[in-house]
């Protein structure tokens, strides 16, 4: 068994599929299909089960799995020390944030970021999508009810939304007083198109739950704040999205009793277990975890 065929097994695995895999080695899928099978018969025992959309590890399979792995982190860990030797922090850092935390919030962070590490190559995602991180992805930020298992996550700390308008909007129109006036409100949040938006409502241990049926969405939190300074409506966005205008007064808050959510109450900062973390992703990772008042992650085992 040599290092290629551990490693066409690490990314099978690692892509859960035959055609995926392919993709990622530059091969076709039949090539694949012929190199896991001679790999099998070399060790004797079968390593995936296939199915026809996915494949999963043996018990063999994944021990093999975590060798290869193992040393693949380690050839990576040894590149990284070559290629710094004399130099300065280097390296790629892949990272996603969310839209609007990510512009409103973090922005100013990754910008010191990489001005204390220019060598570092900051390759920042704008995105709100909840899937697993990806090759290109080191980091992900993300607002979400529970972490996958399968995922170091490090707490950036709780998400609180808030009700608010225009102080003109309130002056013309009020603030609605109970979480059922906000069924009769001009609503600006973010949700899915054509679907009615639930909101959790928590006063004590007590949850209350209301659909609603915003007037203005979208993904893009500069844009909803945007929408709620212009006076069209009531904001239901995370706090982070109006503090400024809320301390100017140029925004109103309402339901303050409440714990408001949407999609999650909580930040998390998400890394791969087994995938290998260079000093420049280790290092964002601490610096970022500083920014939010977290402690730092724990040294790599």
């Known amino acids: 068994m040599d290092l290629n065929a551990l490693t066409l097994l690490v990314e099978i ?3 859960g599929n035959l055609s995926q895999a392919a993709r990622k080695l530059k091969m076709t899928r039949a090539n694949v299909s012929y190199h896991l099978t001679q790999l099998e018969k070399s060790v004797g025992v079968q390593l995936v089960k296939r199915t026809t959309r ?14 290869g792995r193992t040393i693949q982190n380690e050839m990576q860990a040894a590149r990284e020390t070559v290629t710094s030797l004399g130099q300065g922090l280097q390296g790629r850092v892949g990272i996603s944030v969310p839209s609007g935390y990510g512009q409103i919030v973090m922005s100013d962070w990754l910008i010191e970021f990489k001005r204390l590490y ?11 999508r909840a899937d697993n991180l990806r090759d290109e992805v080191d980091i992900a930020i993300r607002v979400i009810q529970e972490p996958p298992l399968s995922v170091i996550a490090r707490s950036l700390g709780n998400v609180r939304y808030v009700a608010c308008a225009s102080r003109e909007y309130a002056r013309q129109h009020g603030l609605p007083a109970t979480l059922y006036d906000l069924r009769n409100s001009p609503l600006i949040t973010a949700g899915v198109v054509g679907r009615q938006l639930r909101l959790s409502a928590y006063q004590g241990m007590e949850r209350q739950e209301v659909l609603l049926e915003p007037t203005m969405i979208s993904e893009h939190f500069p844009f909803l704040r945007q929408g709620i300074l212009a006076g069209l409506g009531v904001g239901l966005v995370p706090d982070y999205v109006v503090q400024d205008k809320v301390a100017s007064g140029e925004v109103l808050t309402t339901l303050e009793e409440y714990r408001l959510s949407i999609f999650g109450t909580h930040m998390y900062l998400l890394y791969l277990p087994n995938r290998h973390q260079t000093r420049a992703v280790r290092t964002c990772i601490d610096f970022l975890l500083e920014k939010a008042g977290s402690k730092p992650a724990p040294p790599e085992s």
């Open 13 to 15: 695995i690692d892509s």
């Open 118 to 128: 220019p060598g570092i190559v900051l390759d920042v995602l704008f995105e709100n």
């Open 54 to 67: 996915r494949v999963e590890p043996t018990e063999v399979g994944l021990r093999l799995y975590e060798h």
